[in-house]
């Protein structure tokens, strides 16, 4: 007998195996159900309680020419900028005075900041803020590097594998990039004890449902501590320009099967998410969410970081309007908390 949308979610929340034919019908199908039983795994595990992120977008340099992305080498269009160290701890204060406890250091693939340069910012940071943690998202580096910053007191980093199938991958990157050398980063930087994050873009070009199903393998087998989907978002300036953006609803449907998947995930809202869909933080919180990460980066930089085009870094995903989002939050009946947030494991 045919299986039901409703026992395949009550299956998937026990933590049984669905097979790929169910998970499909999951993904093809909008079932408040789903969003209803990811809702109450997380509130299992994390209650109400959100987390929020200071992210200070570092460096917009990138030496990596991925055809989707507006920060690109390819992409001479874009103005340059680098944060000193100086102008981190200046977000970093900024961030602690708000209440933020984490701070994710994110940029491009940008070699300027040797590891000996990073290393003093971590440690920096870890001597001025001891009770918050540090959150790199730096790309690809060798395991001598990822060692360091573990050393230096880093310890989650966001590194999204994009797409767990190879062709796929290939379609998505130039040749100097492989999908075996990102998988490998992220296995590696497992072993050196950081929080890991993984992830990919709902509706990247060419991405196919098995794609999807790839992926979400992909992440049973890793286990990452954190995960970061949002949708593919064009931008003007790149291969991908004509491209169409992926589904909000989709990408909804993906976060909610992750928290089944994963009861003890860290899964924010991510801003991609929030630039294509208005209240797109609070109806990711009711899909399973539990972290929001607000732009800590100096205002007159904010509008060179694109990712994507017309990507919000005002409004609600400006830290410094906290209080709206504290309330907005609030009235969708959860909470958001002055605290690290670490993984909680099983
Ligand atoms: N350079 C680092 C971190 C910055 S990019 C890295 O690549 O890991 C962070 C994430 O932004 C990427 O992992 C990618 O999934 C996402 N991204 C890039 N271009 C995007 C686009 N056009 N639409 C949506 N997300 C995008
Ligand atoms: Fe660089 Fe990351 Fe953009 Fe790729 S996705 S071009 S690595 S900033």
Redesign the pocket.
Known sequence: MERTIATIIHDLQQCHTISDEELILLLNKDSDALFTAADSVRKKVYGNDVYIRGLIEFTNY?R???YY?G??RGNDTVIRYRLSKEDIIACCTEGYELGFRTFVLQG??DFHYTDHDMCDIISTIRTLFPDCAITLSI?ERSRASYQAYFDAGATRYLLRHETATDAHYKALHPDDMSLENRKQCLYTLKEIGFQVGAGFMVGAPGQTIENILADLRFLQELKPDMVGIGPFIHHHATPFRDMPNGSVELTFRILAIVRLMLPHVLLPVTTALSTCFEHGHIKGLCAGCNVIMPNLSPKNVRKHYN?YDNKHSSGTEAAEHLARLKREVAQAGYQIVTARGDVIKE
């Open positions: 990138c990596n020419n991925c992305c920060l690109r491009g693939e790309g990712l």
